[in-house]
DNA sequence: GATGAATGAGAATTCATTCAT
DNA sequence: AATGAATGAATTCTCATTCAT
């Protein structure tokens, strides 16, 4: 499965660039400018720590003691702003995965053809796995499993995101760019798939990349777009797979 | 990602079919005959046991106790067929992969078409979800997530079934049945992919089924391997990329 | 045990009727009146608070932060205001309690019979708890139970209600208004822990009364009175209580 | 209020006497014999020492870990036996409750006269207190504050009592025993009240007595019941009921 | 005076693992 | 082999109290 964090969504692949993660930007001599972080600053400090110890530990192996002290706070002040550690990956969660699919559905409202959505898609996807893989490992490792059995209505979200590729298959198909033999609900699981399967390897490090890694996922991202739209067969196959 | 259990290769779609589990068949009247279980037995009985309650409550959420409950056995019997709970997953694991990736190596091995091979592997998986949709989760929700980091071979293991995939895939491309313009190591993971994530979708219940379930897996398996091969678009496009 | 709050001592037993306790008369649009407060007044305000709060949920079980929330102010300033929980618990004892003994005091200075005196207690310690229960509430269930081990000076307090009442029985038989043959120090208890125990049992709600409450407590206290100076045999019962 | 432990009921005042506890006969060489106790064994161990120490600290003063220090063991095998610290102080209430009650029932079934049955009475409460007086501590100070909110039906069991001596009373005004004009049910709070008072004195320590416990005991129970039936009035005690 | 963010000691509770029987 | 009592380290969570503004 697959959700992501900060998509800014841009038309290109140009945006496959370096990023990375500083979460505490330690000990600036803060007179007052830094008692003067306001709660909710806080709060967010808090929810950076915890990604990047949950993308490290896993949920269940990270303690809320972990979180504090990657924050440089107590701990009791996690409670402060949490009510517990389910609460913070609810909200890592509710705040990620939102902006995700603004940035999705943004994309699906362009006027573009289907195959430059798709590749916008592909490279907002795959990009944001290269600029901040601590999230997309918690997004994808450590949520569900956790709140599948707790919360339904969450799952509805996940699938939120279904819909909206599906819907621009169906754009797709309607336009005469698509085959319509292939029902769209069923066809955008294999493409979200396809690209599910290529950040899971590389958050699983099973895909080991030689040289330029932008290149690496701006190849990846033309390959899932077009084997999705072309197909793997030399054959151009004349007729409809009766 | 994709990884499942039991897997009986049979070239054509009708494994399909139902199976069930019935993991501890309660207290049958057992003078002796449940006393004469062999130590084999138990621990078989303790793994069964534990996949079922691994795939319930996750596995950090299963406590020793809760395996022991369901397999009806005193919980301090666990730690005479196991280390630790740790040793449990793995186990199950290493079974459970180990004949998975041997099916899959029967079918590359036969002699058909890389298409019906693909078939075959999509039928082997989906089915497998089907008629063990516990083996599944625990496969992949529990297991990799929980030993990844611990455990770096283990993922070699994993990769296995992506290099059997490329090698049907490298095959077509040399028997030209398949477009060499596309990394097979690559476009394996597109298939495998869509695979799985038909699969994690049944298992988060976010695609839902009316009418007969074998149906849908068989018109699914078929779904992913058209796609695959043929492509989404419409247009035919006539020539190769020379 | 008995304690009671704020008594106003008067002879007859007029004095039970409606009160009510409304601690914080909330939102009054307060743009200079509120602050304008003294902090005698803030101090108060917290008191109060506490009683109510104490009442509901048990010391222990009262964060300083209720009470702070009860106030409508921030529980910092709790703390401008008292050392510490305790000496909120402390402060509402000495207060109340002295109050309380003052009155029974003044009731045993007067000059009329013991019966008399001995209604205006009972009358008194009623209405007490008809009108502030939650201070009954505090004062018997939350006080002494709290503090008994640590300050052995507060019992020493508490002792004195039982010295006034002795007193006043000493008084009587000297007077010949009462049998002689029973220890007025013993005697007190039994008086007391009737009132008591009718007291607690409201507070606990195990007497459900139908009709007027106040009526109510006039025959509890009568009763009470009548069976300490006449006794329940019926034998000797040479005239009614009329 | 008054609840009391481990009541044989007898009918005269011979029971009071001497007794004490002795939680845990520590280290008797124990080859075999002591991990042979039960489970029942260890969980009476627990009762007992939580009995102890909640009269010591109090309930909310009481952690786990004293308990299992007093009945030297694991703390964690509290938890074997317990949910947790509320079922214990629970568990304490329903057993000891339990008791008192039959005690309480007998006494007033048993053919004799209304004021050999409040002697009886009498004689068990305060005999209660002399012999464990850490469990009347538990009964009176722990349990109620605990569970009143919680728990309105045990506060129905507590009211059994009242009740029971309500009915013995109501049985002596039928027989002629006892005067009319008093309802039974308030007279009955009298008569606890008085008995309650004395024994919640004797706990908080606000009662020296001098020279024989016992002795006191007695005279007292004989003073509630003599008072109780015959009133302190000096007027008409003319003759005794004889 | 007033605020509420920050701290951290303290207590409850869980549960893998050991071990005597 | 089988049992389940016993252990205690590890962790979460609470909340009184302090403190900078």
């Given at each position: 499965?697959?959700?992501?964090?900060?998509?800014?969504?841009?038309?290109?692949?140009?945006?496959?660039?370096?990023?990375?993660?500083?979460?505490?930007?330690?000990?600036?001599?803060?007179?007052?400018?830094?008692?003067?972080?306001?709660?909710?600053e806080k709060r967010r400090l808090i929810i950076e720590?915890?990604?990047?110890v949950f993308a490290e530990k896993g949920y269940h192996?990270?303690?809320?003691?972990?979180?504090?002290?990657?924050?440089?706070?107590?701990?009791?002040?996690?409670?402060?702003?949490?009510?517990?550690?389910?609460?913070?990956?609810?909200?890592?969660?509710?705040?990620?995965?939102?902006?995700?699919?603004?940035?999705?559905?943004?994309?699906?409202?362009?006027?573009?053809?289907?195959?430059?959505?798709?590749?916008?898609?592909?490279?907002?996807?795959?990009?944001?796995?290269?600029?901040?893989?601590?999230?997309?490992?918690?997004?994808?490792?450590?949520?569900?499993?956790?709140?599948?059995?707790?919360?339904?209505?969450?799952?509805?979200?996940?699938?939120?995101?279904?819909?909206?590729?599906?819907?621009?298959?169906?754009?797709?198909?309607?336009?005469?760019?698509?085959?319509?033999d292939l029902e769209p609900d069923l066809a955008c699981?294999?493409?979200?798939?396809?690209?599910?399967?290529?950040?899971?390897?590389?958050?699983?490090?099973?895909?080991?990349?030689?040289?330029?890694?932008?290149?690496?996922?701006?190849?990846?991202?033309?390959?899932?777009?077009?084997?999705?739209?072309?197909?793997?067969?030399?054959?151009?196959?004349?007729?409809?797979?009766?």
């Open positions: 499965m697959l959700r992501l964090p900060r998509w800014k969504h841009e038309s290109s692949m140009s945006e496959i660039q370096q990023s990375g993660t500083k979460p505490s930007t330690k000990k600036k001599s803060l007179g007052a400018a830094d008692k003067s972080r306001s709660g909710a720590s915890a990604i990047n192996g990270t303690r809320i003691s972990d979180i504090a002290k990657h924050a440089e706070i107590a701990y009791g002040l996690v409670y402060h702003y949490f009510k517990n550690k389910e609460e913070i990956l609810d909200t890592i969660f509710l705040e990620r995965w939102g902006e995700f699919i603004s940035a999705m559905r943004a994309i699906a409202a362009d006027g573009r053809g289907v195959e430059d959505k798709l590749l916008s898609i592909a490279a907002v996807i795959l990009s944001a796995h290269r600029t901040r893989p601590e999230w997309v490992k918690v997004l994808i490792f450590e949520i569900q499993r956790t709140q599948r059995f707790a919360d339904p209505e969450r799952m509805e979200v996940v699938g939120e995101l279904f819909r909206v590729i599906a819907d621009i298959l169906r754009e797709g198909q309607a336009r005469g760019e698509l085959r319509c699981y294999i493409f979200i798939g396809g690209l599910d399967i290529v950040v899971t390897s590389r958050v699983l490090e099973l895909i080991e990349i030689e040289g330029d890694e932008g290149a690496y996922y701006v190849r990846m991202a033309r390959t899932v777009v077009d084997l999705f739209i072309n197909g793997m067969s030399a054959v151009r196959q004349g007729s409809e797979p009766s």
